[in-house]
């Protein structure tokens, strides 16, 4: 299930930020919502959960109507009655309500599509089950993580920054709520972190996952790299009293128990000094 999740996680990556197209210049600095609001539909119905948005055709309705829609539910979001769907900001004339509808997929429950939230979600609820004390299996928590860590991995060299939706003259046309680095990031650690505080080997495990990481994906994700770096050293320096307890808990492991930071760096040396053949 582990890795079930993980491919559609890593194919919905792919389809929302695979194309990275550049962006058109933008024209002005003005803030769209300084500007009257045209329009406002709203969800009617019993609950479900915005599935999917389509962007090139909300694209099309805006540049035809010389306004800004913006959406106002991200994907994954559960939808009631009476809460408002979109908001059209200065067009000249009010859009097409059913065809505004028809680009919002609202379905029973959530799915990949455009959600690679959804997969990270999934993979953590199994994390977290894993670390409950009626199961106490840490080794599934740690293989969650080999997930977590690869989906990490893709959405850190992506540009994620799809939120707003230019036209060819650079004017914008559509916004729409997707998540941020730090959104993912908190996603993917919090609650492992927090309910893996006891558990060396998640710890071990985490603390790899982070180094890796800042190893090997560019410097502007760094810093929010290192605000969790810190997070769950702080959570380690907590939870175990004893030094060398806290010493081991703090050293970075792919296995979570298997082979240290420490070992790697002396080369694979057994006790007598020699290297191993």
Not at 95 to 104: C, H, S
Not at 130 to 154: F, G, K, M, W, Y
């Amino acid at each position: 299930m582990l890795i079930f999740t993980g491919n559609h996680g890593r194919k919905a990556i792919e389809d929302l930020y695979g194309r990275d197209e550049a962006a058109p210049a933008r024209n002005g600095t003005q803030d769209y919502r300084e500007m009257a609001v045209t329009q406002t539909l709203s969800y009617a119905g019993r609950p479900q959960v915005v599935q999917a948005v389509r962007a090139g055709t909300l694209m099309k309705l805006a540049s035809e109507s010389g306004g800004i829609i913006e959406v106002a539910v991200a994907i994954g979001d559960s939808v009631l009655d009476m809460v408002p769907l979109f908001r059209v900001f200065g067009a000249r004339e009010k859009l097409n309500e059913e065809a505004l509808r028809q680009t919002i997929e609202i379905g029973e429950e959530r799915t990949f599509e455009q959600d690679p939230k959804y997969a990270i979600r999934l993979i953590v609820d199994m994390a977290i089950k894993a670390l409950s004390p009626a199961i106490n299996d840490p080794t599934t928590a740690v293989q969650a993580l080999d997930q977590i860590e690869d989906l990490l991995l893709r959405l850190g060299q992506c540009r994620l920054e799809v939120c707003d939706c230019y036209d060819s003259r650079g004017a914008l046309r559509v916004v729409i709520p997707f998540p941020t680095w730090e959104d993912f990031l908190r996603l993917a650690l919090d609650e492992i972190r927090y309910c893996g505080a006891s558990s060396v080997q998640v710890s071990r495990r985490m603390m790899a996952l982070i180094k890796s990481l800042v190893a090997v994906l560019p410097a502007e994700r760094h810093a929010a790299l290192r605000h969790w770096e810190r997070r769950i050293q702080s959570t380690i320096e907590r939870t175990f009293v004893d030094p060398e307890e806290k010493e081991e808990a703090l050293m970075a492991d792919r296995q979570g128990l298997g082979v240290g930071e420490k070992k790697r760096r002396e080369g694979g040396r057994n006790h007598h000094g020699k290297l191993l053949t």
